[in-house]
């Protein structure tokens, strides 16, 4: 579990990446996105159902991308300035490596 502190500074970060347009949502946008070997990282929304969560796990692994289950749909899609969003692909290294990197500092705590 993340702390308040990490999950707003992850959220934070989503919002940074949708603003820099690089940052996509959606099932069919993310699946278009992962053929083309553009995404960096998944972000799936603790609230999704465990299949769905699942088969976005074994899509990452397939893909060989970093995964991570976090938040909520509702959470997720208002740091975006969407509608609630239940998977999102980071499309940007920084981006990625940035909210990889406060996930793993929250961590090692």
Known sequence: MLSEVVEKKIL???GFAQKAKKITSGDA??????????????????????????RWYRKAESFDLPCFSFSNKSAI????????RAIVALLDDSFADAILKCRMESMEK
């Open 77 to 84: 899609g208002l740091a975006m300035g969407q509608s609630p």
């Open 29 to 54: 946008n993310v699946r278009a996105l992962l053929k083309k070997d553009q995404v960096k990282l998944l972000v799936i929304a603790d609230d999704l159902s465990e299949e769905a969560k699942n």
């Open 12 to 14: 934070s970060l989503l």
